[in-house]
């Protein structure tokens, strides 16, 4: 088993005034070669887009890309047709495929946007762009981890073009999280705190850190009242 901690003020960061972000993997002007991504996993942004701003058309060519909204509201049109605002615990997921473009923009006069920007590479170059989005009750994830995409849309999670598993979970008490990985071959788990604190292998997280761990058919997550959790499951080949 292999386990590595990236805590929150390790990540790449970028702020252009409209746009704040923070970078777990390269990306942009962070180049880091140790922080290419996490088998599947490439890029998990976290982003803070400035009232009436935001991300002008351009283009993205095979990767499959879900955002989660934390907070406010986006925007999205892309060269498919589809024109959407995404809120708060909606969740969006676009096959890039053969190629595709898109813009992203927070309408809102006053209140800022905050989101997590995600990328994983696809099981398939080339395929044909698609777009989903989704509304997520809370209540879905109270105490329990929420499945928000997967390969087979299960339990009515988005569908996505490569074998892994995102899952959220807010846990109001303490509760100690027992999770085995799915899917063939060797499997990683990345764990990233929204919020509040988690203990697993020894190590404490608090907001905003993360954990990626390799090579191991069982996690305990202990997790404090208050935590906020994203959960990844990805193939590392």
């Known amino acids: 088993m292999t386990k590595r901690?990236?805590?929150?003020?390790?990540?790449?960061?970028?702020?252009?005034?409209?746009?704040?972000?923070?970078?777990?993997?390269?990306?942009?002007?962070?180049?880091?070669?140790?922080?290419?991504?996490?088998?599947?996993?490439?890029?998990?942004?976290?982003?803070?887009?400035?009232?009436?701003?935001?991300?002008?058309?351009?283009?993205?060519?095979?990767?499959?890309?879900?955002?989660?909204v934390t907070k406010g509201a986006v925007t999205h049109a892309d060269s498919m047709g589809h024109a959407f605002t995404l809120k708060a615990d909606e969740v969006q997921h676009m096959s890039a495929g053969f190629g595709v473009e898109h813009s992203e923009h927070n309408r809102d006069p006053k209140e800022w946007l905050e989101?997590?920007?995600?990328?994983?590479?696809?099981?398939?170059?080339g395929i044909t762009p698609a777009y989903q989005?989704?509304?997520?009750?809370?209540?879905?994830?109270?105490?329990?981890?929420?499945?928000?995409?997967?390969?087979?849309?299960?339990?009515?999670?988005?569908?996505?073009?490569?074998?892994?598993?995102?899952?959220?979970?807010?846990?109001?008490?303490?509760?100690?999280?027992?999770?085995?990985?799915?899917?063939?071959?060797?499997?990683?788990?990345?764990?990233l705190v929204i919020d509040g604190r988690v203990e697993t292998l020894e190590e404490t997280l608090n907001t905003r850190d993360a954990i990626e761990v390799a090579g191991t058919d069982e996690l305990d997550f202990n997790l404090a009242a208050g935590t906020d959790i994203l959960l990844f499951d990805v193939p590392m080949h």
């Open 133 to 191: 989005n989704k509304r997520f009750d809370p209540e879905l994830r109270h105490n329990k981890l929420a499945l928000l995409v997967s390969p087979d849309e299960a339990e009515g999670s988005l569908p996505i073009a490569q074998d892994v598993r995102l899952y959220r979970g807010t846990y109001d008490q303490d509760t100690t999280l027992v999770y085995r990985p799915h899917g063939q071959g060797e499997r990683g788990v990345y764990l």
């Open 115 to 125: 989101l997590f920007q995600i990328w994983f590479f696809p099981a398939q170059r």
């Open 5 to 68: 901690i990236t805590r929150h003020n390790e990540r790449g960061v970028s702020n252009l005034g409209w746009l704040q972000s923070r970078f777990s993997f390269s990306f942009a002007e962070y180049r880091n070669p140790d922080r290419m991504g996490f088998g599947a996993l490439r890029v998990i942004n976290d982003d803070r887009i400035a009232p009436q701003s935001g991300f002008g058309t351009h283009p993205h060519r095979d990767f499959e890309i879900v955002t989660v």
